[in-house]
Structure formats: structure tokens, C-alpha cells
């Protein structure tokens, strides 16, 4: 399998522990102690970007692995070094500004649904060459 691949996969994992890392920051900051979830808007809009990274994590990671398997492993990591640039920028916008978060996740949405579809294209062409 690709180094490339694998290397935007532990750079994704980097990226979510610094976000991680964030919330716990901002829980101190702002003295929001578990188990609350809200009580200050900033870490409100934290506790987001960690929460919707992860949940975006279950889509890009098994697709950048079978888009990176089934397809191309250079194009694969390419595409997912995008999804990761727009994880970084829907983060450092949504920081600032719930609606400055679009951008970013326009960037990591499009570029996750190209590895999903692209995917089932390679997985499929697979299946009926064999």
C-alpha cells in the first residue's frame, strides 16, 4: 500500500488530537468541566470542530484506504490531503465564527465524497473485470 496514503492518515490523526487537544484547552479557559457541553459559546464552537471531525472521520478514513486500494494510491493521498487541508481550515474558521466554518467543510465534504464515489467506481470496475 502507499506511504502517501499512509501518511495523510496519520497526519488526519495528528490533526485530531491537536483538536482534541483544544477542547480540552478551551474547557479550562472557559471553565467548563465535564460532563457540560455548553456554556460558552467559543467552546461551544470548539467542542464542534472536534465532534463533527470525528464524525467525519468514519467516512474519509475507510475511503482514502479503498480509493488509495482500488483506484490509485498518489491520487488517493492527494485527494485526502485536501480533505485534510479543509479540516484544518473549516477548524481555524469556525474558531472564529460559526459561519466562517463553510468554506472548510465545502473543501473537505466535496473532496471525501470524491473518495467515496470514486470507491465504489474502482470497487465496482473490480468486480466485473474479474
Not at 471553565?31 to 461551544?44: H, I
Not at 467525519?56 to 475507510?62: A, D, G
Amino acid at each position: 500500500m502507499s506511504s502517501w496514503t499512509s501518511l495523510i492518515t496519520a497526519l488526519t490523526l495528528l490533526l485530531y488530537l491537536v483538536i482534541t487537544i483544544n477542547v480540552v484547552r478551551a474547557r479550562i479557559k472557559y471553565k467548563v468541566l465535564p460532563p457540560q457541553m455548553t456554556g460558552n459559546p467559543y467552546f461551544e464552537r470548539v467542542l464542534r470542530v472536534q465532534q463533527n471531525t470525528l464524525e467525519q472521520l468514519v467516512l474519509f478514513l475507510p475511503g482514502l484506504w479503498l480509493f488509495s486500494f482500488y483506484v490509485n494510491p498518489l491520487w488517493g493521498a492527494l485527494l485526502g490531503a485536501v480533505w485534510l487541508v479543509g479540516r484544518i481550515v473549516y477548524a481555524w474558521g469556525y474558531y472564529q465564527a460559526a459561519d466562517k466554518r463553510r468554506i472548510g467543510f465545502s473543501i473537505s465534504s466535496i473532496s471525501g465524497i470524491l473518495l467515496l464515489l470514486g470507491s465504489l467506481f474502482g470497487i465496482i470496475l473490480s468486480l466485473v473485470q474479474s
